[in-house]
């Protein structure tokens, strides 16, 4: 079974840094692509991060663009999300999600497997 394991969230003054990270397994193809989304109380959940395990492409939020960077490390099956410069309103639950892809892009839509979440808290 696909299962991942998000980590790496807490409190943070306005300003600074964290970095999640969402540990993988179970994937039986090759062809996937993994995203980070995240949930405020009273908000929709939307996509944050995303990168393609082949097509080295990555994708942002408008809103998180120049501020978080993703990455992957294949030889530890873990996706991280680099957060700086972090704002109040990037406080949120993050979960990071996959689906199998076999184009060079990278969706944020129609996720399959999901993670629990990890709770990031900016605030002074």
């Known amino acids: 079974d696909v299962q991942l394991q998000a980590s790496g969230g807490g409190l943070v003054q306005p300003g600074g840094s964290l970095r999640l990270s969402c540990a993988y397994s179970?994937?039986?193809?090759?062809?996937?692509?993994i995203s980070w989304f995240r949930q405020a109380p009273g908000k929709e959940r939307e996509g944050v991060s995303c990168i393609n395990s082949h097509a080295d492409s990555t994708a942002y939020a408008d809103s998180v663009k120049g501020r978080f960077t993703v990455s992957r490390d294949h030889a530890k099956n873990t996706v991280y999300l680099q957060m700086n410069s972090l704002k109040a309103e990037d406080t949120a639950v993050y979960y990071c999600a996959t689906r199998k892809y076999y184009g060079p892009r990278c969706p944020m839509t129609d996720y399959d497997y999901w993670g629990q979440g990890t709770q990031v808290t900016v605030s002074s």
């Open positions: 179970g994937f039986t193809s090759n062809y996937y692509v």
